[in-house]
């Protein structure tokens, strides 16, 4: 293939695509080239591609191709550039030795570009299994658990979210030692098979998606998954190793119920929190008594209080939480009112929808020091 190249494209579709990609490239990286984006002109259209070495995102842009080639484009420059270009147009052309002019009304500019064959290449996925799941589904089930994936590496394993495919349906679950969330949904894929996705990688997926329901395709290899989207092609490496037995950690039974809106929960622990910060930490102090959630702290600059009302059967109880683990869960419940399912102070606590297992999160108490 040709080192240098001519082509001519919308500016607006051209931002759009190397914004997208550009969340694959490395920010500091040992290979320069990886800091950039691979430009591959030919046939009437630009191939775009960004890639770390564990994710890679490419897409296609019809383009007017004067002259077929290949080149790497610092991701970051290129960016800025044609975003701030004049014209409707960019028209992009580049030497043998690799000098670039981008231009656009009368905005120029020459940059040095790499050669393509310093690009690494992208794993080429095979052999492997389908499953088609509609863009909503799939965004939702993303944004519902995203939350829990562990960030530290203690267990590299749960920095990122398995799928459990069975006959029934597809489970998400996503877990980081302090929380569990999961994510069900009912749909006929085929084979059971389960893979653990990384959680960068879903947070990506989850941007590309839209809101309809046109179908989305996962195609699972032994050691990659490459999701479509769009026009986007998203390949990320699958993480290797023992996920959490999740139906194990999940309590079966409960002894107290509580039906709350949600929206006034996540207010009253709000409220409650904002003597609580990095520097002063402490527990929320949650009791659940036959009608009122009372909550409150303490912290060495003061105490807080709040109540709201509640339905509640069972016994009543008094559990510690971290402030910020049990809002992340109220919010991504995404439901008006939630159930929370207790079975003693220092059980895991349930929280599920009013009706149907939709999703489910575990919050884990934290042991509260006597008064």
């Known amino acids: 293939m040709n080192e240098s190249m001519n082509i001519l494209c919308d500016k607006a579709l051209l931002v759009q695509a190397v914004s997208n990609v550009s969340r694959a490239v490395s920010g500091k990286t040992t290979l320069p080239a990886l ?10 259209q630009v191939q775009l591609t960004g890639y770390d070495l564990e994710l890679g995102i490419s897409t296609h842009l ?15 420059l290129l960016l800025d550039m044609i975003r701030r270009m004049p014209g409707d147009q960019v028209a992009i052309e580049s030497d043998a030795k690799l000098l ?25 996925v095979t052999e492997g299994s389908a499953i088609q799941l509609p863009q909503t589904t799939l965004k939702s089930m993303i944004d519902q658990t995203l939350f829990a994936v562990a960030t530290t590496d203690s267990k590299p394993v749960h920095t990122g979210s398995m799928f459990d495919v069975d006959e029934e349906g597809i489970t998400l679950v996503s877990v980081d030692g302090y929380r569990l969330a999961l994510r069900w949904e009912k749909v006929k894929i085929g084979q059971p098979m389960k893979f653990i996705v990384p959680g960068k990688t879903l947070s990506e997926v989850s941007k590309l998606l839209g809101d309809e329901d046109t179908p989305t395709e996962l195609f699972i290899s032994r050691k ?18 023992e996920f959490l037995d999740y ?36 527990p929320l102090r949650v009791k ?22 509640c339905t509640m059967e069972g016994g009543e109880v008094e559990m510690g939480f971290n402030n910020k683990y049990i809002l992340d869960a109220l919010k991504a419940s995404g439901c008006d009112e939630v159930k929370l399912e207790i079975s003693g102070p220092l059980s895991p606590m349930k929280v599920v929808p009013p009706e149907g297992d939709q999703f489910l999160f575990l919050v884990l108490p934290v042991r509260l020091k006597a008064e």
């Open 288 to 309: 659940f008594t036959r009608d009122l959630i009372k909550v409150s702290c303490s912290t060495a600059i003061g105490k807080a209080y709040d109540e709201i009302p």
């Open 100 to 124: 670039t002019q981008l231009k656009s009304g009368v905005t120029e500019y020459t940059i040095l570009g790499m050669p393509a064959t310093d690009y690494p290449e992208l794993p080429s």
């Open 35 to 44: 800091e950039g984006i691979l430009m591959v002109a030919k046939g009437g």
């Open 224 to 241: 990659h998954i490459v999701f479509n989207i769009n026009g986007y092609s998203v390949i990320s490496r699958l993480l290797e190793g």
């Open 62 to 76: 019809e383009a007017q191709v004067l002259e077929e080639g290949e080149i790497v484009l610092s991701a970051k």
């Open 247 to 282: 139906h194990a950690a999940i309590p079966q039974n409960s002894t107290t119920s509580v039906k709350i809106p949600t929206r006034s929960f996540m207010d009253s622990i709000e409220r409650t929190s904002l003597l609580i910060s990095d520097r002063l930490k402490s």
